[in-house]
């Protein structure tokens, strides 16, 4: 199973290319380039559990 980090910063970015290059899914489980979009309130980055395919 993959991980997404869906508060990344760079998250919408990645799914662009996932779509352009026609992907059926990715994960962000060995990205290097996490950073955490800034939030209001409290609690951890969500992380979605999925069957995705792993990182491309």
């Known amino acids: 199973m993959g991980v997404r980090q869906v508060f990344c910063r760079y ?3 990645c799914l662009d290319v996932a779509i ?3 992907w059926p899914g990715f ?3 060995e990205c290097i380039a ?3 979009e800034p939030q209001s309130g ?3 980055a ?3 559990e999925d069957g995705a395919e ?3």
């Open 46 to 48: 969500a992380r979605i």
């Open 54 to 56: 792993p990182s491309r």
């Open 20 to 22: 352009i290059h026609d």
């Open 42 to 44: 409290s609690g951890d």
């Open 34 to 36: 996490f950073e955490r």
């Open 27 to 29: 994960t962000c489980g």
């Open 11 to 13: 998250y919408g970015n």
